[in-house]
């Protein structure tokens, strides 16, 4: 049985100054069967420079240049859809953010114990850019329960195929949708929210197993840009958790029915 391929999707908007150590993060892996997904979503700074100079050096690296920026979550929908075919896991990493050289290989290992895994998550180390302090985040074992609270899933955990081909949407376009893209919208314009990597887990927890890995396997920045802002995420949190009861009460119709 030849080994899975594991596609990192990789969302960049003018983060060059984090890109380039993400990227060989990603590209020094102890597990190799690897592709590495990078959608520049019209940065204006040089992150396109660093992307095609790291891609000549990788040819596991596959440049997507978005010309118009569309947002984070959608950003994600156009890597997966492209290199959808090849791949049989996909391991989500944020652009400022970066993965430990075994992380693959031990979450991998994790998801192949059975069919009903779709998707794996571990703690990680948070790096404060401003004060250079860092701590580890400790996540919880699963739970439906904590996952609804408090979103214990991290966003940057490896999901199977399977999981997103099952739980997939449609967006107004028609296109497939695997990140709603209402909930994370272009974090450099209008603010809409940073909600859709909790949408996706609620969806894949309806079909899908969850397992936790207790060990430090990412690297987080913690800078004024992330999306995660508090200040940010309050103004726009009841109403993107609104739309989130919405779509769960109709997918439970959708199953009555």
């Not at 983060?15 to 993400?22: D, F, K, M, Q, R």
């Not at 109403?239 to 769960?248: D, G, I, V």
Request: glycine share 4%; charged share 25%; hydrophobic share 40%.
């Amino acid at each position: 049985m030849s080994e899975p391929l594991v596609s990192f999707v990789v969302a960049n908007y003018n983060y060059s100054a984090y890109l380039e150590s993400c990227l060989l993060s990603a590209m020094n892996q102890t597990y190799k069967n690897i592709l590495i997904v990078v959608i520049d979503d019209a940065s204006t700074d040089n992150s396109r420079e660093i992307i095609e100079r790291l891609a000549k050096t990788d040819s596991r690296i596959i440049p997507i240049y978005n010309e118009v920026g569309v947002g984070a979550a959608e950003a994600r929908n156009i890597g997966i859809r492209a290199v959808w075919d090849k791949t049989d896991f996909f391991q989500i990493l944020d652009a400022d953010d970066c993965a430990m050289k075994d992380k693959v290989e031990i979450l991998l290992s994790k998801a192949l114990l059975s069919p009903m895994i779709g998707a794996v998550y571990a703690d990680y180390t948070i790096f404060n850019v401003e004060t250079g302090n860092t701590i580890i985040e400790y996540k919880e074992p699963y739970s439906l329960e904590a996952l609804n609270q408090h979103c214990i899933v991290h966003s940057a955990s490896l999901i199977s195929k399977n999981a997103f081909a099952q739980t997939a949407e449609k967006n107004e376009d028609g296109q497939i949708s695997f990140y709603d893209k209402r909930l994370h919208g272009h974090v450099s314009r209008e603010y809409v929210g940073s909600c859709e990597d909790l949408d996706a887990f609620r969806r894949i927890s309806e079909k899908f197993l969850f397992l936790h890995v207790p060990k430090p396997l990412s690297l987080v920045r913690v800078h004024k840009n992330n999306a995660s802002q508090i200040e940010k995420v309050n103004k726009v949190w009841a109403s993107n958790c609104k739309l989130m009861q919405e779509k769960a009460a109709q997918r439970l119709v959708n199953r009555k029915g």
